[in-house]
C-alpha cells in the first residue's frame, strides 16, 4: 500500500506477550506498508506526559513526518486485517471502521460492540489530518481538555472545542478490528474496571475466535 503509512501509538507499556502478538498481527495486516513509530524508543520520540490530548499531538508529529497521501491510525491495544487498510475515504473526509469489537481483559471473557467511532481506526488524507490538529492545537496551545478530547470529526468534540466542523465517515470491513478494553491505558473507567460491555455481545466471532482464547495473548503485570 504505497499510498498509505501507518501511524503506530504506543507506550510499550501492554504486556510483552502481547506487544509481540500486536506487532507480529499488525504486519500481517499491512506487509511493507511503511510504519512510523511514535514511541519512548521509536522512529519519533514520546517524551511528554500521556494524555487523551497527547494522542493527537503525538499523531499530528506522525502526520508531518509521513509523505504518502493517506495515513492511518494503529493503536498497540488493537488487532487489525488487511480490509481494513484498504479502505480510501474522499478527500475532506476522516474515515472510521465501524467493524469494531471490544475485548475486556476482565470478567466473563466476550466480544462486545459500541456504536462509537473510535481513534483506533480511523484513515484520511495526510493533509486533512494536519490541518484538523494544527487548528486544535493553535487554539489549545497547552492541550486540550481531558474533558473535551476526542476524535476529529467527532460533533460533540468539535463544538465543545470551538473547531471547524469536519465531515465523518463510517465504513465497515468482512473482518472486524479487535480493541483491547485493559487497565493500562488512558480510560480512566476501564483502569478502575468500571466500563461497561456494549449490546451486542458475543464469545467467538469469525477469524478471531473465541474470545477466551484470544485473551491467552494477553497476561497482566
Known sequence: MEDLTIIYLTLKKLP?????????????????T?????????????????SNSNVYKQLLRGAKEATTEFI????????YCQDHFEYRPEKGVFAYNQSH????TWGEPMYSWRDRIGNYTLI????DVIEALQERFTKYPNGT????????GRWRTDT???LTPRKVEEFKTNTPVI??????GLDERASRQRKSHGTLRAYEIPTWGRAEDLLKHYETI
Request: glycine share 8%.
Open 124 to 127: 484520511a488524507h495526510r493533509e
Open 34 to 50: 511503511r510504519i512510523i513509530e511514535i514511541s519512548p524508543d521509536g522512529d519519533l520520540i514520546q517524551q511528554e506526559e500521556p
Open 145 to 152: 481538555p481531558e474533558g473535551k478530547t476526542g476524535e476529529i
Open 72 to 79: 492511518a491510525v494503529a493503536e498497540d491495544d488493537t488487532l
Open 160 to 162: 465543545q472545542l470551538g
Open 101 to 104: 469489537w471490544s475485548l475486556f
Open 179 to 184: 480493541n483491547l478494553v485493559h487497565q493500562l
Open 16 to 32: 510483552l506477550k502481547w506487544q509481540k502478538f500486536h506487532y507480529e498481527t499488525l504486519l500481517k495486516a499491512i506487509g511493507d
